[in-house]
């Protein structure tokens, strides 16, 4: 028979309510929160090199200006997610260690190379347009801390998004050369941000259990779909044209039809053979190596602090 605090729990999700980190939860629960809470914060952390890649290079101080804000909030997504995460009983180091030995993994979408000034605006237009559907119902997940986080970094996305919009329109009213650049852009981006939602339902081993436990409200493909409904008017406006044939409104279904993923492309890149997986996690190690000694000044400043308080 079930125990008063599985009862509780199912009361809890049943009413959705919050399961805080004090509350009795179901193991398989609680791993499933470390699991994607900690992939999630390590993709915003691994999120900041592609476009990090461009901020000595924006073609003025304004768009450098924004650029730097983005990649701090992206900074700030992180630890905010990996905060969350720790109220699970995992440690950062834990997580840390998971992210640069390898083993831990991030969104698919940040092992792709940012060859062109375009892609900035692809990856606000595209990706954190992707990121807005999938998180804004994660504000809504049972467990507190990962949908109270969500709350604020919902409403920074959209002004990364709208900022990726909005260098892509300038473009687009520019150059031949600079129309050319953008659309080139999006050709490479919009394929990958589709996967950025996962694999196809039938193949997501997770997403039943997700969704029982209204961590996941809406499955991968109708998160995906809501994109693209939401991407085509907008390509519209734009001028840019959606790579991908087989777009079309379908009536009876009162959604957009669109392409086959190549999925293949997609495991490839969770098996570590994306464009820049080697690099991201060359980056990342580096960034830990030469952090060590801010970490280190930090614990004997503590330590200092703590003697201090005890004298
Ligand atoms: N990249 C890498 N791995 C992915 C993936 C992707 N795009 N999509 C799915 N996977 C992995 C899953 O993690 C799972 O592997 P695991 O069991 O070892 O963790 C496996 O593929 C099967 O996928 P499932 O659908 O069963 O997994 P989930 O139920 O966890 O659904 C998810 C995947 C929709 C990504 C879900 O984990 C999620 O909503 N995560 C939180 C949000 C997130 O991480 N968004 C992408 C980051 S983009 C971002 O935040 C930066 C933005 O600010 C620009």
């Keep these: 028979a079930p125990t008063p605090e599985q009862l509780e729990f199912e009361r809890l999700i049943e009413t959705d309510s919050r399961v805080e980190p004090t509350d009795w939860m179901p193991e398989a629960y609680r791993k499933t929160l470390i699991r994607q809470i900690s992939q999630h914060a390590h993709s915003e952390i691994i999120g900041m090199q592609p476009e990090g890649n461009w901020i000595t290079r ?139 939602f996962g694999p196809p339902d039938g193949e997501s081993p997770n997403s039943q259990r997700s969704m029982a436990w209204k961590i996941k409200r809406f499955s991968n493909d109708e998160l995906r779909q809501r994109f693209v409904d939401m991407l085509v008017p907008q390509a519209e406006v734009l001028g840019v044209t959606l790579p991908d044939p087989d777009i079309r409104w379908n009536e009876e279904r009162g959604h957009y039809d669109f392409g086959v993923l190549d999925w293949d492309e997609f495991y490839e890149v969770l098996a570590g053979r994306g464009q820049a997986n080697t690099v991201r996690l060359a980056n990342r190690r580096a960034a830990h190596d030469d952090g060590a000694w801010v970490r280190e000044a930090a614990r004997a400043y503590a330590a200092r602090e703590d003697a201090d308080r005890s004298t």
Aim: glycine content about 8%; hydrophobic content about 40%; charged content about 20%.
């Design 58 to 196: 924006a073609p003025s101080l304004k768009r450098k200006a924004i650029l730097m804000a983005k990649v701090q909030d992206e900074a700030g997504h992180g630890l905010y997610l990996y905060s969350a995460a720790q109220t699970l009983g995992i440690s950062r180091d834990a997580m840390y260690d998971q992210l640069l030995s390898g083993t831990a993994k991030y969104s698919s979408i940040f092992n792709y190379t940012t060859p062109t000034w375009a892609d900035m605006g692809s990856i606000g237009w595209l990706v954190d347009g992707a990121a807005i559907c999938n998180q804004v119902p994660l504000c809504r997940c049972s467990y507190g801390p990962y949908g109270r986080a969500m709350v604020r970094i919902c409403k920074e996305e959209s002004f990364h998004q709208r900022q990726g919009f909005e260098i892509l329109l300038t473009l687009m009213r520019g150059t031949p050369e600079q129309q050319r650049m953008a659309q080139e852009s999006v050709n490479r981006w919009y394929a990958p941000a589709l996967m950025m």
